[in-house]
């Protein structure tokens, strides 16, 4: 178990960029997996963008590939998220996701996760 904690939402028009992050424990290991995950109202949660063995393979949704860069701080254990050119279909609530098991079969699906943080806003605006 890890305890995950994001940071960095907010508010910003299209076109703008955002920087989030997820700080894992300081003394715990670095999960295998980390990513983020977002979620409108109504709607299933859906994978964004992925790390696995502190970045020896990244995964990304096809709707944010050239505009997001998923990154991780091993000193830290801070994953971050920067987010570029964003769009109104950005806006939801965004997840920090880990998994300390060394295969996920997909690791873009939220289902594959056992910890989680609490989320945090980002809105786009046109």
């Known amino acids: 178990q890890v305890q995950l904690v994001e940071s960095g939402g907010g508010s910003v028009q299209a076109g703008g960029s955002l920087r989030l992050a997820c700080a894992a424990s300081?003394?715990?290991?670095?999960?295998?997996?980390m990513g983020w995950f977002r979620q409108c109202p109504g709607k299933e949660r859906e994978g964004v963008a992925v790390?696995?063995?502190?970045?020896?393979?990244?995964y990304y949704a096809d709707s944010v590939k050239g505009r997001f860069t998923i990154s991780l701080d091993t000193i830290k254990n801070t994953l971050y998220l920067q987010m570029n050119n964003l769009k109104p279909e950005d806006t939801a609530m965004y997840y920090c996701?880990?998994?300390?098991?060394?295969?996920?079969?997909?690791?873009?699906?939220?289902?594959?996760?056992?910890?989680w943080g609490q989320g945090t806003q980002v809105t786009v605006s046109a």
């Open positions: 996701a880990a998994d300390f098991r060394f295969w996920l079969e997909n690791p873009l699906k939220s289902g594959e996760y056992q910890n």
């Open positions: 790390m696995a063995g502190g970045g020896r393979t990244t």
């Open positions: 300081r003394y715990t290991p670095t999960p295998y997996y």
